[in-house]
Protein backbone atom coordinates (compact mmCIF):
# COMPACT_ATOMS: atom_id res chain seq x y z
CA UNK A 1 0.00 0.00 0.00
CA UNK A 2 1.27 3.76 -0.20
CA UNK A 3 2.18 6.63 2.02
CA UNK A 4 -0.74 7.70 4.79
CA UNK A 5 -2.92 10.01 2.79
CA UNK A 6 -4.75 12.32 5.24
CA UNK A 7 -7.99 13.08 3.36
CA UNK A 8 -9.24 17.16 3.63
CA UNK A 9 -11.42 17.13 0.98
CA UNK A 10 -14.49 18.51 2.74
CA UNK A 11 -17.85 16.72 3.14
CA UNK A 12 -19.82 18.40 0.67
CA UNK A 13 -17.04 17.27 -2.10
CA UNK A 14 -17.31 13.54 -1.25
CA UNK A 15 -20.88 13.98 -1.34
CA UNK A 16 -20.71 15.54 -4.70
CA UNK A 17 -18.47 13.02 -6.01
CA UNK A 18 -21.02 10.22 -4.32
CA UNK A 19 -23.31 11.90 -6.77
CA UNK A 20 -21.95 11.92 -9.75
CA UNK A 21 -20.84 8.17 -9.32
CA UNK A 22 -24.59 7.38 -8.68
CA UNK A 23 -25.53 9.05 -12.00
CA UNK A 24 -27.71 6.36 -13.26
CA UNK A 25 -27.41 4.19 -11.33
CA UNK A 26 -29.77 4.95 -8.19
CA UNK A 27 -32.46 2.76 -9.18
CA UNK A 28 -30.10 -0.27 -9.34
CA UNK A 29 -27.99 1.08 -5.95
CA UNK A 30 -31.62 1.15 -4.20
CA UNK A 31 -32.55 -2.60 -5.10
CA UNK A 32 -28.88 -3.57 -4.68
CA UNK A 33 -29.35 -2.16 -0.75
CA UNK A 34 -32.82 -3.60 -0.63
CA UNK A 35 -31.83 -7.07 -1.66
CA UNK A 36 -28.87 -6.57 1.07
CA UNK A 37 -31.91 -5.40 3.81
CA UNK A 38 -33.79 -8.62 3.22
CA UNK A 39 -31.21 -11.77 2.59
CA UNK A 40 -29.11 -9.54 6.05
CA UNK A 41 -32.42 -9.56 8.45
CA UNK A 42 -35.86 -10.61 7.12
CA UNK A 43 -34.96 -14.44 7.71
CA UNK A 44 -33.92 -13.78 11.71
CA UNK A 45 -36.50 -11.22 12.05
CA UNK A 46 -39.03 -13.89 10.71
CA UNK A 47 -37.93 -16.56 12.99
CA UNK A 48 -38.31 -13.84 15.73
CA UNK A 49 -41.83 -13.21 15.11
CA UNK A 50 -42.76 -16.48 14.91
CA UNK A 51 -40.76 -18.22 17.90
CA UNK A 52 -41.29 -16.75 21.59
CA UNK A 53 -37.76 -15.32 22.87
CA UNK A 54 -36.87 -18.94 25.03
CA UNK A 55 -37.15 -21.00 21.84
CA UNK A 56 -34.10 -22.83 20.87
CA UNK A 57 -34.96 -21.45 16.97
CA UNK A 58 -34.29 -17.88 18.25
CA UNK A 59 -30.51 -19.06 17.92
CA UNK A 60 -31.17 -20.25 14.62
CA UNK A 61 -31.91 -16.42 13.24
CA UNK A 62 -28.52 -15.62 15.21
CA UNK A 63 -26.25 -17.66 14.19
CA UNK A 64 -28.21 -17.22 10.42
CA UNK A 65 -26.80 -13.29 11.01
CA UNK A 66 -24.07 -14.83 11.79
CA UNK A 67 -22.35 -16.88 8.85
CA UNK A 68 -24.12 -14.21 6.09
CA UNK A 69 -22.80 -10.54 7.35
CA UNK A 70 -19.43 -11.16 6.25
CA UNK A 71 -20.13 -12.32 2.83
CA UNK A 72 -23.09 -9.94 1.95
CA UNK A 73 -20.71 -6.89 2.98
CA UNK A 74 -18.38 -7.81 1.00
CA UNK A 75 -20.21 -8.26 -1.63
CA UNK A 76 -22.20 -4.83 -1.21
CA UNK A 77 -18.63 -3.16 -0.82
CA UNK A 78 -17.86 -5.00 -4.13
CA UNK A 79 -20.75 -3.66 -6.25
CA UNK A 80 -20.50 -0.35 -4.88
CA UNK A 81 -16.90 0.32 -5.47
CA UNK A 82 -17.00 -1.57 -9.56
CA UNK A 83 -19.61 1.28 -9.66
CA UNK A 84 -17.65 3.97 -8.57
CA UNK A 85 -14.60 2.97 -10.39
CA UNK A 86 -17.55 3.10 -13.31
CA UNK A 87 -16.93 -0.79 -13.94
CA UNK A 88 -19.59 -3.67 -14.46
CA UNK A 89 -21.38 -4.06 -11.67
CA UNK A 90 -24.61 -5.96 -11.31
CA UNK A 91 -26.99 -7.54 -8.75
CA UNK A 92 -25.43 -10.79 -8.71
CA UNK A 93 -22.27 -9.14 -6.60
CA UNK A 94 -23.84 -9.43 -3.88
CA UNK A 95 -22.92 -12.85 -3.34
CA UNK A 96 -19.86 -12.54 -4.59
CA UNK A 97 -18.49 -13.05 -0.64
CA UNK A 98 -19.59 -16.66 -0.45
CA UNK A 99 -17.04 -17.56 -3.17
CA UNK A 100 -14.61 -16.64 0.24
CA UNK A 101 -16.65 -17.77 2.51
CA UNK A 102 -14.20 -18.14 5.33
CA UNK A 103 -12.47 -14.89 5.15
CA UNK A 104 -14.93 -12.86 4.76
CA UNK A 105 -16.97 -14.69 7.27
CA UNK A 106 -13.65 -14.38 9.82
CA UNK A 107 -13.00 -10.73 9.02
CA UNK A 108 -16.51 -10.24 10.26
CA UNK A 109 -16.00 -11.93 13.21
CA UNK A 110 -12.86 -10.37 14.03
CA UNK A 111 -14.40 -6.68 13.78
CA UNK A 112 -17.28 -6.98 15.53
CA UNK A 113 -15.24 -8.81 18.27
CA UNK A 114 -12.91 -5.65 18.56
CA UNK A 115 -15.88 -2.99 18.46
CA UNK A 116 -17.31 -4.80 21.27
CA UNK A 117 -14.10 -5.63 23.61
CA UNK A 118 -13.50 -1.89 22.87
CA UNK A 119 -17.31 -1.08 23.80
CA UNK A 120 -16.97 -2.75 27.13
CA UNK A 121 -14.70 0.30 28.35
CA UNK A 122 -16.87 2.50 27.05
CA UNK A 123 -19.63 3.68 24.02
CA UNK A 124 -17.29 6.13 22.78
CA UNK A 125 -14.40 3.86 22.11
CA UNK A 126 -16.48 1.32 20.49
CA UNK A 127 -17.94 3.95 17.96
CA UNK A 128 -14.05 5.20 17.59
CA UNK A 129 -13.04 1.24 16.95
CA UNK A 130 -15.58 1.23 14.20
CA UNK A 131 -14.12 3.82 12.41
CA UNK A 132 -10.95 2.42 12.95
CA UNK A 133 -11.91 -0.74 11.25
CA UNK A 134 -14.47 0.53 8.64
CA UNK A 135 -12.26 0.02 5.78
CA UNK A 136 -11.57 -3.60 5.98
CA UNK A 137 -13.95 -4.55 3.47
CA UNK A 138 -12.70 -2.04 1.11
CA UNK A 139 -9.57 -3.36 1.41
CA UNK A 140 -10.80 -7.12 0.82
CA UNK A 141 -12.33 -6.26 -2.21
CA UNK A 142 -8.92 -4.61 -3.72
CA UNK A 143 -6.58 -7.26 -1.87
CA UNK A 144 -8.04 -10.50 -1.84
CA UNK A 145 -4.69 -12.42 -1.24
CA UNK A 146 -4.79 -10.70 2.54
CA UNK A 147 -5.95 -12.58 5.61
CA UNK A 148 -8.77 -11.00 7.66
CA UNK A 149 -5.89 -10.02 10.07
CA UNK A 150 -4.05 -7.87 7.61
CA UNK A 151 -6.96 -6.23 6.43
CA UNK A 152 -7.88 -5.21 9.74
CA UNK A 153 -4.41 -3.95 10.08
CA UNK A 154 -4.64 -2.03 7.34
CA UNK A 155 -7.89 -0.58 8.08
CA UNK A 156 -6.14 0.70 10.83
CA UNK A 157 -2.80 2.38 9.50
CA UNK A 158 -5.09 4.04 6.49
CA UNK A 159 -7.65 5.73 9.29
CA UNK A 160 -4.82 6.83 11.68
CA UNK A 161 -5.72 10.56 11.49
CA UNK A 162 -9.01 10.49 9.26
CA UNK A 163 -11.03 8.68 11.81
CA UNK A 164 -12.63 12.91 12.48
CA UNK A 165 -13.01 12.85 8.76
CA UNK A 166 -15.12 9.65 8.25
CA UNK A 167 -16.80 10.75 11.59
CA UNK A 168 -18.02 14.56 10.02
CA UNK A 169 -18.85 12.44 6.77
CA UNK A 170 -21.41 10.47 8.49
CA UNK A 171 -22.64 13.12 10.32
CA UNK A 172 -23.42 15.23 7.10
CA UNK A 173 -26.25 13.00 6.59
CA UNK A 174 -27.84 13.35 9.75
CA UNK A 175 -30.96 15.35 8.59
CA UNK A 176 -31.44 13.04 5.41
CA UNK A 177 -31.36 9.90 7.91
CA UNK A 178 -33.75 11.82 10.43
CA UNK A 179 -35.99 12.60 7.43
CA UNK A 180 -36.14 9.37 6.09
CA UNK A 181 -36.57 7.96 10.15
CA UNK A 182 -39.63 9.31 10.44
CA UNK A 183 -41.63 6.41 9.18
CA UNK A 184 -40.32 4.16 11.26
CA UNK A 185 -40.75 6.06 14.07
CA UNK A 186 -44.13 6.32 13.47
CA UNK A 187 -44.95 2.53 12.73
CA UNK A 188 -42.93 1.83 16.18
CA UNK A 189 -44.98 4.40 18.17
CA UNK A 190 -48.51 2.94 17.00
CA UNK A 191 -46.79 -1.08 18.11
CA UNK A 192 -46.04 0.15 21.37
CA UNK A 193 -49.05 2.29 21.62
CA UNK A 194 -51.07 -1.45 20.63
CA UNK A 195 -48.65 -4.11 22.21
CA UNK A 196 -50.33 -7.40 21.17
CA UNK A 197 -47.75 -10.06 20.29
CA UNK A 198 -49.15 -12.95 18.63
CA UNK A 199 -47.83 -13.98 14.76
CA UNK A 200 -50.03 -12.61 13.19
CA UNK A 201 -49.48 -8.79 14.26
CA UNK A 202 -45.47 -9.32 14.95
CA UNK A 203 -45.58 -10.00 11.02
CA UNK A 204 -47.99 -7.11 10.61
CA UNK A 205 -45.28 -5.35 12.22
CA UNK A 206 -42.19 -6.34 10.80
CA UNK A 207 -44.21 -5.73 7.02
CA UNK A 208 -44.74 -2.34 7.78
CA UNK A 209 -41.43 -1.35 9.34
CA UNK A 210 -40.05 -2.86 5.70
CA UNK A 211 -42.40 -0.47 3.80
CA UNK A 212 -41.23 1.97 6.19
CA UNK A 213 -37.43 1.61 6.18
CA UNK A 214 -37.43 2.54 1.91
CA UNK A 215 -36.45 6.22 2.44
CA UNK A 216 -33.51 4.45 4.36
CA UNK A 217 -32.67 2.13 1.41
CA UNK A 218 -33.02 5.12 -0.73
CA UNK A 219 -30.37 6.89 1.44
CA UNK A 220 -27.81 3.77 1.89
CA UNK A 221 -26.62 4.25 -1.87
CA UNK A 222 -25.83 7.84 -1.63
CA UNK A 223 -23.79 7.27 1.93
CA UNK A 224 -22.19 4.28 1.00
CA UNK A 225 -20.86 6.06 -2.25
CA UNK A 226 -19.14 9.12 -0.29
CA UNK A 227 -17.51 6.67 2.19
CA UNK A 228 -15.92 5.11 -1.39
CA UNK A 229 -15.07 8.09 -2.51
CA UNK A 230 -12.94 8.95 0.98
CA UNK A 231 -11.47 4.93 0.54
CA UNK A 232 -10.47 6.20 -2.90
CA UNK A 233 -8.54 9.23 -1.54
CA UNK A 234 -6.50 7.48 1.11
CA UNK A 235 -6.02 4.66 -1.19
CA UNK A 236 -4.13 6.44 -3.55
CA UNK A 237 -6.93 5.79 -6.37
CA UNK A 238 -7.54 9.60 -6.49
CA UNK A 239 -5.88 12.58 -5.46
CA UNK A 240 -6.70 15.84 -4.11
CA UNK A 241 -5.75 18.60 -6.30
CA UNK A 242 -5.42 20.92 -3.57
CA UNK A 243 -2.98 23.53 -5.12
CA UNK A 244 -4.13 25.94 -7.36
CA UNK A 245 -2.37 28.24 -9.49
CA UNK A 246 -1.28 31.73 -7.94
CA UNK A 247 -3.40 34.95 -8.48
CA UNK A 248 -1.46 37.80 -10.07
CA UNK A 249 -0.75 40.33 -7.46
CA UNK A 250 -3.07 43.66 -7.65
CA UNK A 251 -0.50 45.77 -7.18
CA UNK A 252 2.99 45.76 -7.39
CA UNK A 253 5.81 47.95 -5.65
CA UNK A 254 7.01 50.69 -7.59
CA UNK A 255 11.03 50.48 -8.85
CA UNK A 256 13.40 53.00 -8.96
CA UNK A 257 14.09 53.30 -12.71
CA UNK A 258 17.88 54.08 -13.92
CA UNK A 259 18.75 55.69 -17.15
CA UNK A 260 21.14 53.91 -19.36
CA UNK A 261 24.28 55.34 -19.84
CA UNK A 262 25.44 56.70 -23.13
CA UNK A 263 28.08 54.29 -23.28
CA UNK A 264 27.20 51.69 -25.61
CA UNK A 265 26.55 47.88 -23.31
CA UNK A 266 26.34 44.79 -24.32
CA UNK A 267 23.32 43.39 -25.00
CA UNK A 268 20.76 42.06 -22.47
CA UNK A 269 20.15 38.24 -22.50
CA UNK A 270 16.29 37.41 -22.73
CA UNK A 271 15.17 36.15 -19.28
CA UNK A 272 14.20 32.88 -18.86
CA UNK A 273 11.30 32.02 -16.57
CA UNK A 274 10.97 29.17 -15.03
CA UNK A 275 9.67 26.39 -17.28
CA UNK A 276 6.06 25.11 -16.83
CA UNK A 277 4.84 21.49 -16.58
CA UNK A 278 1.59 20.85 -18.42
CA UNK A 279 -1.33 20.42 -16.09
CA UNK A 280 -2.32 16.76 -15.47
CA UNK A 281 -5.49 15.33 -16.63
CA UNK A 282 -7.94 15.81 -14.22
CA UNK A 283 -11.78 14.43 -13.87
CA UNK A 284 -14.08 17.62 -13.21
CA UNK A 285 -16.81 16.38 -10.69
CA UNK A 286 -19.20 19.38 -9.91
CA UNK A 287 -16.96 21.55 -8.38
CA UNK A 288 -14.71 18.78 -7.38
CA UNK A 289 -11.09 17.97 -9.03
CA UNK A 290 -9.85 14.58 -8.55
CA UNK A 291 -7.30 12.96 -10.64
CA UNK A 292 -7.12 9.02 -11.19
CA UNK A 293 -3.44 7.69 -10.29
CA UNK A 294 -4.01 4.07 -11.78
CA UNK A 295 -5.82 2.46 -14.14
CA UNK A 296 -9.16 0.82 -14.36
Not at 21 to 30: D, H, I, N, P
Not at 51 to 56: A, C, D, L, R, Y
Not at 96 to 124: D, H, Q, R
Not at 155 to 167: C, D, E, I, P
Request: net charge negative; charged share 20%.
Amino acid sequence: MENQVIVTLPSRDLRAIAREALKGRWKEGFIVCLVYYILMTLPAEIIASIFPVTSPAQMVGALYSLLVSGPFTFGLSLYFMSAFRKREAGYGQIFAGFENFGKTFVLMLLMTLKIILWSLLLVIPGIIASFRYSQAFFILVDHPEYSASQCIEESKRMMNGNKAKLFWLSLSFIGWELLASIPVAIVQSVHRANPVYDIPHNLLFMVLTFIAMIGIYILMPYIFQATVAMYEIMAGNLKELISEPAEPPEHTEAVETVEPAETPTAEAEPVVGPEIEPTPDTTVVEDVKVEWRKDD
